[in-house]
């Protein structure tokens, strides 16, 4: 398990920080065109308000493989009489989602109405921010920018912009000669987000789906990256200075991606959707304020690797693993959570999925863990260590 954690998982902290770094640069250039170009129109349209918040495994020291994906949050600013008001969506969409109405502060007005028009959707008689178009508007604004930002970069790197219908836009960078020592093109999933305080944002939900006739266009997730990279910070602190919980998921992240290439069709997918590496981090959170951190020395990596293997089993076979954050009352008081996510309804990450597909990958989870060195050998060839497509 070292040396395949050594090998084929561990991103080397020089590349990664210059990509970081590279990548932090060209977005601000992007987002500073965009916020420029969007106090054009004038107060009744959606804007940007001219900041970005690094999210994600290559910001919480959990990458693995390679330094070439980022995702970035991108946050939006709402005409100034208008307030979001999220609620959940109940019975509207899968469980977790939300929608979001909006508050007019001297009431609904004719003035409202452009911006109703262009971002919003009724619902149940009120009109509600539309993920969807808000998603479509982001991508034409980012597009449009492109041109200044590609003439400004042109001496360090290449840029251009993708997007797939109902997916946050993508930013390719392809470094020029030597600016950047590492070479590396990087694909950064530029991520619209609705700021709602307290560093909460919502963001557009993934069309994964049949989820009801308003999907994706009226539904939204939440997004609480940042409370997750203050308790990363919280556990760090008080784990042993050679902690192994993070390079346990790492090592999980590695196996379950080696063993998709023993799994057919559609059992492949729906492997790589439960074990997502979202949920896969929230069993670790979970894990880990179950005993004390001590346990998590790095001399222990094999035990501990296996009690995170066991727990998720344990999990998969209850068909429930309940969000971190939601609802949970469990949180250590040193991380502050907004009161927003301590009233809500807690949420069970598993609920989308039928208990024989569950039971399925429960059995293949333990299969996997007790044939790791096996699969290792088998998938560790440069055939199967070609990146994946996320799905």
Excluded at 28 to 46: D, F, H, N, S
Excluded at 148 to 166: K, N
Excluded at 296 to 318: G, H, P
Aim: proline share 9%.
């Amino acid at each position: 398990l070292e040396r395949f954690h050594a090998r084929q998982l561990r991103v080397s902290p020089h590349v990664l920080g210059h990509s970081k770094a590279h990548v932090g640069r060209v977005v601000a250039e992007l987002v500073r065109a965009a916020k420029a170009q969007g106090l054009q129109p004038g107060p009744l349209a959606l804007s940007l308000r001219g900041d970005f918040v690094r999210i994600g495994s290559a910001y919480e020291q959990h990458k693995v493989r390679s330094p070439d994906c980022f995702d970035i949050l991108v946050p939006l600013r709402l005409p100034p009489h208008l307030e979001p008001q999220p609620r959940r969506a109940d019975g509207l969409g899968p469980c977790g989602a939300f929608v979001c109405g909006l508050r007019a502060r001297d009431g609904w007005t004719r003035r409202c109405r452009p911006f109703a028009e262009g971002f919003c959707v009724e619902l149940q008689g009120r009109s509600h921010l539309s993920s969807g178009l808000v998603l479509r508007w982001f991508q034409g604004h980012l597009q449009r920018c492109l041109g200044a930002v590609r003439y400004r970069l042109q001496e360090r790197c290449r840029v251009s912009l993708s997007a797939c219908p109902g997916q946050p836009p993508t930013l390719h960078i392809v470094p020029c000669s030597d600016y950047v020592c590492c070479h590396i093109s990087m694909a950064v999933r530029l991520i619209p987000a609705v700021p709602l305080g307290d560093a909460l944002y919502l963001t557009a939900l993934p069309p994964e789906g049949p989820h009801g006739p308003l999907a994706p266009e009226a539904l939204w997730g939440l997004n609480a990256s940042r409370q997750e990279q203050r308790l990363l910070g919280w556990l760090k602190e008080q784990a042993p200075a050679a902690s192994c919980h993070l390079k346990c998921l790492q090592i999980l992240k590695g196996l379950r991606d080696l063993r998709r290439h023993g799994l057919e069709e559609p059992f492949c997918s729906q492997w790589g959707r439960v074990l997502s590496s979202y949920l896969l981090k929230t069993a670790l959170f979970s894990l880990l304020l179950q005993g004390p951190l001590e346990a998590w020395d790095e001399r222990f990596l094999v035990e501990r690797l296996e009690d995170l293997v066991l727990y998720l089993r344990d999990c998969l076979r209850k068909q429930v693993l309940m969000d971190f954050f939601l609802g949970n009352s469990s949180v250590p008081e040193a991380v502050a959570l907004p009161r927003f996510l301590k009233e809500a309804a807690p949420v069970n990450l598993l609920s989308a999925f039928d208990g024989p597909t569950l039971d399925l990958v429960a059995f293949q989870l333990i299969s996997t863990w007790i044939q790791a060195p096996h699969i290792i050998r088998m998938y560790s060839s440069p055939r199967y260590l070609r990146p994946v497509p996320a799905p």
